[in-house]
C-alpha cells in the first residue's frame, strides 16, 4: 500500500539547534513528495515540494529514493518554525498526508 | 493568488440537523476540490474528491449518504452533514486544485460541534 508515515509525534529542539523531521514512504513508482506546514491557528500551506528541489525558509528536503525518504531539515532552528509539519505523496492525483510531526522550538 | 476561503469558520449545531459548509476558491478556477478531516494535532484524512460538474469520489468508509458534497461551480464547492451526530464533530478542511500542477490550496478549515 501507498503510504506515509512520520514516526516522530512531536520533536522538540532549542533555537539554534539542527532539526531533522523524518518522512518516510512506500510507493511503487516515481514518487511525488511535499512537505506542508501548518502554524497555530492557521491554514495549511505549502512549505516545499521535491521536485523544485528549493529552501524555503531555510529547510530543505532531498528525495533519497534508496532508503524511500524524504526527510525535511534545517541547520538552525528558530522560534517562529514551530509548528506542524506534514509530509505528503500524491497518489492518484490526491496528497496521502502523513500522521504529522508538531516541532516545538524552546528560546 | 490563489487563495481558498470556508464558510462558517465555526458552526454548532443539534444532532440530527443538517449542516452545511462552503469552500471557495477566490482567485482562480478549481477544477477539482478536496474534503479533508483533521482530529487535534492529527493527520488530515481525505474524504472526497470532487470535480466541477460530476459526482464526488468518496474515500472508503466514508458514507457519502451522509457527507453529501456538491461541485456546481468552478468556484465553489459545498460539503453538508446530514443528521450531524456528535461524533461528526470535528475540523472540516477544504483544498482546491487548479490546472494541471498537484498543488492544493487549503482553505482556513470549519470547526463543527454537535452537541
Known amino acids: 500500500a501507498q503510504r506515509v508515515t512520520q514516526p516522530e509525534k512531536l520533536l522538540s529542539v532549542f533555537k539554534g539547534a539542527p532539526v531533522e523531521l523524518k518522512c518516510n514512504y512506500s510507493y511503487s513508482g516515481s514518487p511525488e513528495l511535499f512537505w506542508y506546514v501548518q502554524y497555530s491557528r492557521q491554514r495549511l500551506q505549502l512549505l516545499l515540494r521535491h521536485i523544485s528541489r528549493e529552501s524555503i525558509k531555510g529547510f530543505t528536503a532531498d528525495l533519497n529514493k534508496g532508503e524511500t525518504s524524504f526527510h525535511l531539515k534545517k541547520p538552525f532552528a528558530q522560534e517562529e518554525d514551530s509548528a506542524m509539519y506534514y509530509c505528503a505523496l500524491v497518489r492518484g492525483g490526491k496528497l496521502i498526508f502523513g500522521q504529522g510531526t508538531e516541532l516545538s522550538v524552546k528560546p | 493568488g490563489a487563495v481558498v476561503s470556508q464558510h462558517p469558520s465555526r458552526v454548532i449545531c443539534k444532532s440530527g440537523t443538517s449542516v452545511k459548509i462552503e469552500c471557495r476558491s477566490l482567485?482562480?478556477?478549481?477544477?477539482?476540490m478536496f474534503w479533508y478531516r483533521q482530529f487535534p494535532k492529527k493527520s488530515l484524512m481525505l474524504m472526497a474528491t470532487s470535480n466541477e460538474g460530476s459526482k464526488a469520489t468518496y474515500e472508503q468508509g466514508v458514507e457519502k449518504d451522509k457527507f453529501l458534497i456538491n461541485h456546481a461551480s468552478l468556484t465553489l464547492s459545498t460539503l453538508t452533514v446530514t443528521s450531524a451526530h456528535p461524533e461528526d464533530s470535528s475540523f472540516y478542511i477544504c483544498?482546491?486544485?487548479?490546472?494541471?500542477?498537484?498543488?492544493?490550496?487549503f482553505g482556513p478549515g470549519t470547526r463543527l460541534t454537535v452537541t
Open positions: 483544498s482546491a486544485r487548479g490546472g494541471s500542477t498537484y498543488e492544493q490550496y
Open positions: 482567485d482562480f478556477q478549481a477544477t477539482t
